[in-house]
């Protein structure tokens, strides 16, 4: 079973820049792991933000998410992250990632980011 954990979530001033984290927990990303983070807002659709891959650290993003989100991951730290820049009160959400692992997907529970104007 793999249980991702999110964490870094908070309440944040818009303009701020802030950093979430995504790890495996009890266990460790392994190399053909995919992780992707989302992002669901109250009353919205859950939207993709990007996915990276374990092993060769590729990128993909969403069009609309592209260049005030950046998403890469640690070896040593065994954690995937997702930087987010220029914060706006409409990138208040539940942030949440995923581990695809042999064809299965497992989500973590989210963490809250609250940006104030």
């Known amino acids: 079973q793999v249980q991702p954990a999110e964490s870094g979530g908070g309440v944040v001033q818009a303009g701020d820049s802030l950093t979430l984290s995504c790890s495996v927990s009890?266990?460790?990303?392994?190399?053909?792991?995919?992780v992707a983070w989302y992002r669901q807002a109250p009353g919205k659709e859950r939207e993709v933000i990007g996915t990276?891959?374990?092993?060769?650290?590729?990128?993909n993003y969403a069009e609309s998410m592209r260049g005030r989100f950046t998403i890469y991951r640690n070896y040593r730290e065994n954690r995937a992250w997702l930087h987010m820049n220029g914060l706006r009160p409409e990138d208040a959400a539940i942030y949440c990632c995923n581990v695809q692992r042999d064809s299965i997907v497992y989500w973590g529970q989210g963490t809250q980011v609250t940006v104030s104007s």
């Open positions: 990276i891959t374990w092993d060769a650290g590729s990128r």
């Open positions: 009890g266990g460790t990303f392994v190399g053909d792991d995919m």
